[in-house]
């Protein structure tokens, strides 16, 4: 079945604890993005990826890091998360690496709780 | 970053009701989609529009391109329990998706 698989689902850690959540695509997509859903915000991009080894900043970056090492996988990387990156966070792939058709395929997300 | 303006933010409706919402930028697109986003799930598409003017169906779900390429319309006849979420409309810009903030759809009991 084509998807987008994130891991954890769920996770409460503590702060300063460095964390990854990472995310996987079966669909060989050239591109690939992590976004923040917080309320009221709706859907905050906090880095992409166009193809592997090429990666690049969204809307909010600040605190996190991500490498795209192969086609498939993009992990997301809190190394000293604080509880204003506790939200809703999702992966998403696009066929292609311009995302020229506009359809984005999500994961199913991780909810992310920093005390 | 750039965020479209979505409204209504919320909208609470009765089964049978029928829905609109709309999109506005201050800025040209080519290219309007709108996304649904069930409860406890990743946002799914539901439409994409490429050309101004364009007016797409997909079953009771309706939306049109505005012609001044700025601003982007979903209508939902007959709305059914299985339409509550969260949809939100977004425009493409030089290769990235610029979103609207969501519109929750709440049917009353």
């Known amino acids: 079945e084509a998807q987008v698989t994130q891991n954890p689902r769920y996770l409460i850690t503590v702060t300063g604890k460095k964390l990854t959540v990472t995310c996987s695509q079966n669909m060989n997509h050239e591109y690939m993005s992590w976004y923040r859903q917080d309320p009221g915000l709706g859907l905050r991009q906090i880095y992409y990826?166009?193809?592997?080894?090429?990666?690049d900043k969204g809307d909010v970056p600040e605190g996190y890091k991500v490498s795209r090492k192969e086609k498939r996988n993009f992990p997301l990387i809190l190394e000293s998360p604080s509880p204003n990156q506790t939200s809703l966070y999702f992966c998403?792939?696009?066929?292609?690496?311009?995302?020229?058709?506009?359809?984005?395929?999500f994961g199913e997300g991780s909810r992310l709780t920093v005390l | 970053g750039q965020q479209l303006n979505q409204s209504p933010q919320s909208m609470f409706i009765q089964e049978g009701e029928d829905v609109s919402m709309n999109c506005t930028s201050s800025?040209?697109?080519?290219?309007w989609l709108w996304y649904k986003q069930d409860p406890g799930e990743g946002p799914v598409l539901l439409i994409a529009l490429y050309k101004a003017g364009e007016l797409t169906s997909n079953g009771r779900l309706t939306a049109q391109f505005g012609i001044t390429r700025k601003d982007s319309f979903l209508n939902i006849s007959a709305s059914i329990p299985s339409d509550v979420g969260i949809y939100f409309c977004?425009?493409?810009?030089?290769?990235?998706?610029?979103w609207g903030a969501g519109t929750k759809l709440i049917i009353k009991p």
């Open positions: 990826s166009m193809n592997v080894e090429v990666t």
């Open positions: 998403a792939s696009s066929l292609l690496a311009g995302m020229v058709d506009g359809e984005l395929f």
């Open positions: 977004a425009g493409l810009s030089n290769y990235q998706l610029i």
């Open positions: 800025s040209i697109f080519n290219t």
